[in-house]
Nanobody
Framework: QVLLVESGGGLGQAGGSLRLSCAAS????????MGWFRQAPGKEREFVAA????????YYADSVKGRFTISRDNFKNTVYLQMNSLKPEDTAVYYC????????????????????WGQGTQVTVSS
């Protein structure tokens, strides 16, 4: 299986930035579509961003467009989420996930499409 470990979470200020990392082991990351999801207190898990195997295609939730950027370094077996212009509503546990299927925009926001998940990292944004 693919093992995913998130890092980089913590306390951020509104308007500030944080960078999350997701390190993978067990398989070559280049074979997987990667996604980021988040779950805020009392809310359902929601899609944040996804990136294709080679990094040529990305897809973002409307709530983070223009503020967050997903990227990957397949040589390092790592995917990143650069979060800029943070808002208090970005507070959540952030999870990375891996999908071995072919890229499809219609499936990127579906948690069920992803095969492997990390443990999550807490992001808290103060106002």
């Amino acid at each position: 299986q693919v093992l995913l470990v998130e890092s980089g979470g913590g306390l951020g200020q509104a308007g500030g930035s944080l960078r999350l990392s997701c390190a993978a082991s067990g398989r070559t990351l280049s074979a997987y579509i990667m996604g980021w999801f988040r779950q805020a207190p009392g809310k359902e898990r929601e899609f944040v961003a996804a990136i294709s195997q080679g990094g040529g295609s990305t897809y973002y939730a409307d709530s983070v467009k223009g503020r967050f950027t997903i990227s990957r370094d397949n040589f390092k077996n790592t995917v990143y989420l650069q979060m800029n212009s943070l808002k208090p509503e970005d507070t959540a546990v952030y999870y990375c996930a891996a999908d071995s299927a072919r890229w499809s925009v219609a499936r990127r926001a579906m948690a069920a499409a992803y095969d492997y998940w990390g443990q999550g990292t807490q992001v808290t944004v103060s106002s």
